[in-house]
């Protein structure tokens, strides 16, 4: 299994209040990426991270923000969080050796913002 | 525009009936990949396979089976005589080679395997 934790790994926090997930790898994996998931959605690519310092936008990237300041950690920030914000949160890293390689996912922090 | 679609929601079989859970992909690149991966109820994602666009071969794991399709743009994938193990929910995913390596997701399909 490929190295990768999240933390915390379950979360309740209320409206408007900024909370920080941690994407944490040992495998010194070039990509990282962080999805959410929502029933009906599968799951969607908010942020990716193609080295460190190096960020680009996913396709919901409203309302958050990353920081990749070591190789092995990636940061997902919600500034002021939204009930819409309320998901599954993944993390995945991918593989530089090979550029289209499989994505190997974090076990998840369910997010509930009330 | 749905890059990948899984019309199928939910499906239930009863245990060692065969199941194929159906995948179509939506792109103008000539070079992308497609990915399978399982989430059991544990919730973890687990990859199980990955074809480039220049290999049409069908591919044989054991129970499962993967038929690739250019022409109809479809990447589907079976299972031979279900187990209760396979209930889960399965998910399809498309990179595109100008993409980054991002992944597009289909929706998944959830799968019941009733003893």
């Known amino acids: 299994d490929a190295g990768i934790t999240q933390s915390p790994r379950h979360k309740v926090t209320e409206t408007g209040t900024p909370v920080t997930l941690r994407c944490h790898q040992t495998e010194n994996h070039r990509y990282m990426y962080w999805y959410r998931q929502d029933p009906g959605h599968g799951l969607r690519l908010i942020h990716y991270?193609?080295?460190?310092?190096?960020?680009d936008k996913g396709e919901v990237s409203d309302g958050y923000s990353v920081s990749r300041s070591k190789t092995e950690d990636f940061l997902l920030t919600l500034e002021s969080a939204t009930s819409s914000q309320t998901s599954v949160y993944f993390c995945a890293i991918s593989d530089s050796r090979t550029l289209y390689n499989e994505q190997f996912f974090g076990p998840g922090t369910r997010l509930t913002v009330l | 525009a749905q890059k990948v679609t899984q019309a199928q929601t939910e499906i239930s079989v009863v245990e060692k009936e065969d199941v194929t859970l159906d995948c179509v992909y939506e792109?103008?690149?000539?070079?992308?990949?497609l990915f399978w991966y399982k989430q059991p109820p544990s919730g973890e994602l687990v990859f199980l396979i990955r074809r480039n666009s220049f290999d049409e071969q069908n591919e044989i794991s054991g129970r499962y089976s993967w038929n690739f399709q250019k022409s109809t743009s479809s990447f589907n994938f079976t299972i031979t005589a279900s187990q209760v193990v396979d209930s889960a929910v399965y998910f399809c995913?498309?990179?595109?080679?100008?993409?980054?390596?991002?992944?597009?997701f289909g929706t998944g399909t959830s799968l019941t395997v009733i003893p």
């Open positions: 995913a498309l990179s595109e080679a100008r993409g980054g390596n991002q992944f597009y």
């Open positions: 792109t103008r690149d000539t070079t992308y990949y």
């Open positions: 991270s193609y080295g460190v310092k190096d960020t």
